[in-house]
């Protein structure tokens, strides 16, 4: 483990949102952990960004504008082969950093961890309002794919781990970088899983804020199921039977685009023959196949509720 003082590279990938990255910008430049760098990779043509960036004088700031477009992993991997850091803190262009976030995350590693990921709570902005998740942290005892997709309880956000969350060795994702996939940010986190010496670590301070209407895809918002489920079959053989049965349960099962008899049949008939079902994620799939999506959050509510008056 490095000193405390290891310097740090925070990677922005961005296209076409100038005044969304300009507040990622600041918030990272804002952090109180001061041994820190900013780049920001525009990944294709987008003046706007340019020049809105380089009107922020700050000597720690770089700014990569790219010729064409070459998407957000490999931007990403641009990032960390250009930093100077050797940790890496990645921010998504519409999300934003709490002051103290990678002073925080910087002084919680653990010194007997090779490869540390490490996370946060945060709050999530959503169209129903803002929650803080995961409810539950990761731990260097969880097996990340394990940790990730085994739920105990029925509703989202008990695990969580977004892109912008995370801190890293840079030495780790030179080893393992970003790959090029719908689901980035699951992928890399369940191969780190596969690295001897990785784990992920969730501080329980929330010091991000996510916003999840912006574009982003995941598996709730791909609205394509064959491509939900191709992608949760090539991960088949790097998680666990349970985490395997639970990603398909309990994340693809509660895709819109899974409501068919068919398409159910099929996601349980995959779960059952290469996987090993817990009994909530049986419970959580049958809940996706028999409640409408309006019932479960007004469930969802009534169930928190109770449990905060308590």
Known sequence: MKTMQDKVTVVIPTRNRPDLVTRAVHSALAQTYRDLEVIVVVDGPDPATVAVLGAISDPRLTVVALEKNIGAANARNLGVQRAAGSWIAFLDDDDHWMDEKVAVQMAARPKDVRYPVMSCRCEVVTARGTFVWPRRL???????????????????????????????????????PIPVSLFDDWEWLIGCGRIKGCALITVPEALAVHYTENNRITLSTCHNIDDALGWAQTMQPLLSPRAYASLLLQATGGEPAARTGAVRWKILGEAMRRGSPTPMALATFTMHSLFPVALRRRLRQALFSAHSAA
């Open 138 to 176: 990761a731990t260097p005892k969880d097996a990340i794919g394990d940790y990730l997709f085994v739920r105990k309880g029925l509703f989202k956000g008990e695990t969580f781990a977004p892109t912008t969350t995370l801190l890293a060795p840079r030495e780790l994702l030179l080893k393992h």
